[in-house]
């Protein structure tokens, strides 16, 4: 747990609408005065720049990428995020943080192929966020949205990405276990996609919630 601010990770398979959210998130925070920023994982580091080159090629080692993500982690805690500073030095600071992903994917993805408490041993110097925002969307309707936008990395095919949403139900679920705020949001109703404003007021309310209730 953060101690002056609040650490909001955003967490789900590739499509989910991580980037969306979370910046919307920031913006709607913002409007309302809170001090906030945004910052994503894998980072612009050297190292997160090794990651996305590595996440090009047809096979991966789970383990080797488990470490980098850790070390790139780490990085951004200590050493540089997209609000200028270490994610650590901003939250001493007193801002709500908001994460375009977190340690919580390393266990999911990584978990294809690498020990999930092991994967947990090498992340344990990454504090606990305070609030997981999970959303929740079909891997078949996550996949569409990425190819229609993108090359694909390493994950995303949808036997993999079927395979780290069901790691993620687990993970996320013993994080709640530890204390950590849970919100889970579904992107698909009845079989039908819910809009971006729809889902974001969801987690602008949700959300808020939690920080009025520190
Ligand atoms: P991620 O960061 O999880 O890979 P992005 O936010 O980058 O996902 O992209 C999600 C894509 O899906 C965007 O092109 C967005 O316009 C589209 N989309 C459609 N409906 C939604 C929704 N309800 N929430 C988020 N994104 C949506
Ligand atoms: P992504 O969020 O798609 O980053 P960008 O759009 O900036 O390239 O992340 C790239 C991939 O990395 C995605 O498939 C999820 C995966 N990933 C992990 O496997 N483990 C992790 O710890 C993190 C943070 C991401």
Redesign the pocket.
């Known amino acids: 747990m953060s101690s002056k601010g609040v650490l909001v990770a955003f967490e789900?398979i590739?499509?989910?609408?991580?980037?969306?959210?979370s910046r919307l998130l920031v913006y709607k925070l913002r409007e309302a005065g809170y001090r906030v920023g945004y910052s994503k994982e894998p980072t612009w580091s050297p190292i997160g720049a090794l990651i996305r080159e590595l996440l090009l090629q047809p096979t991966v080692d789970h383990e080797i990428l488990a470490l980098l993500y850790a070390a790139d982690r780490l990085w951004h805690l200590r050493v540089h995020s997209c609000l200028g500073v270490g994610l650590l030095k901003a939250l001493e600071e007193g801002y709500i943080v908001v994460l375009?992903r977190y340690k919580y994917s390393s266990m999911a993805y990584q978990s294809l192929g690498a020990p999930v408490e092991w994967i947990e041993a090498i992340n344990s110097r990454a504090l606990e966020a305070d609030i997981i925002v999970y959303?929740d969307v079909p891997p078949e309707v996550?996949l569409n949205?990425?190819k229609?936008?993108r090359i694909t990395y390493y994950y995303e095919t949808l036997e993999r990405l079927r395979k780290v949403k069901e790691a993620f139900e687990t993970i996320l679920g013993r994080a709640e276990a530890r204390g950590v705020r849970l919100v889970r949001i579904k992107?698909v109703e009845n079989g039908v996609?819910?809009?971006?404003e729809?889902?974001g007021r969801e987690v602008y309310g949700e959300v808020k919630k939690h920080i009025e209730g520190r």
Do not use: C, F, N
Not at 14 to 21: A, I, N, P, Y
Not at 193 to 196: A, K, L, Q, T, W
């Open positions: 789900g590739d499509g989910s609408g991580l980037t969306t959210h375009d959303l996550a949205r990425v229609a936008r992107g996609e819910r809009s971006i729809e889902v």
